[in-house]
Structure formats: structure tokens, C-alpha cells
Nanobody
Framework: QVQLVESGGGVGQPGGSLRLSCAASGTIFSINAMGWYRQAPGKQRVLVAVITSGGSTNYAASVKGRFTISRDNAKNTVYLQMNSLEPEDTAVYYC???????????????WGQGTQVTVSS
């Protein structure tokens, strides 16, 4: 089994910063892409940022230049540094990872439980 545990959510002020972390644990052979999604009230879950095992990144247009995704492969952990926060960033943030549990089994996408980020003065 694989678990993804997020931390670092909370309340941030407009213009401020927050940092999210997500650690994968369990039966892990390798991890391909890792990423962050978010879901605001009444809206669909959308991709925020993704990072490959080689370190290539991609961002949603709404966060490009403000958010930075990174990962520590030795710790099976992905991070999301969020700067210049805006009220529109308020959402539940979910981490995801495509995990292979053995060399013979294709990767499967796992999800964290979500962490609330609220941007308010």
C-alpha cells in the first residue's frame, strides 16, 4: 500500500507565502510524476503544478511565476512553495504521485487526503 500525507496548509495573507509538503510512504519501487491539484468550493479539481522524476516542471497559468514545485527523491517528498498569495488561491490542495510498487507493475496514481489553504486578510 502507498500513502501520501500532506502538511503545511493553513491561513495565509494576500501577498504572503505558504509551503506545502507531501511525503509518500509504503511499498514504493519508484515514483514517476508528482504534482499538486486544487479544488475550490463549487469548482472542479484542477492541476496546479507537476514535476517529473527528472525534475521537469509545468504550471497552471494562474500560478506560474508565483508557485514553485520541487521534490526530494531520496525522501519521496514533493513540495509546493506558494508566494504572492491571492484570495483566488483559496482551495483544498491535493498532492498526487504516480507510484510503481514493483518493476513489473505499471505506475498507479495515488492521492493525498487534501489540505486546506485559505488566503484572507
Amino acid at each position: 500500500q502507498v500513502q501520501l500525507v500532506e502538511s503545511g496548509g493553513g491561513v495565509g495573507q494576500p501577498g504572503g507565502s505558504l509551503r506545502l509538503s507531501c511525503a509518500a510512504s509504503g511499498t514504493i519501487f519508484s515514483i514517476n510524476a508528482m504534482g499538486w491539484y486544487r479544488q475550490a468550493p463549487g469548482k472542479q479539481r484542477v492541476l496546479v503544478a507537476v514535476i517529473t522524476s527528472g525534475g521537469s516542471t509545468n504550471y497552471a497559468a494562474s500560478v506560474k511565476g508565483r508557485f514553485t514545485i520541487s521534490r526530494d527523491n531520496a525522501k519521496n517528498t514533493v513540495y509546493l512553495q506558494m508566494n504572492s498569495l491571492e484570495p483566488e488561491d483559496t482551495a483544498v490542495y491535493y498532492c498526487t504521485a504516480e507510484v510503481r510498487t514493483s518493476w513489473e507493475i505499471p505506475g498507479y496514481q495515488h492521492w493525498g487526503q487534501g489540505t486546506q489553504v485559505t488566503v484572507s486578510s
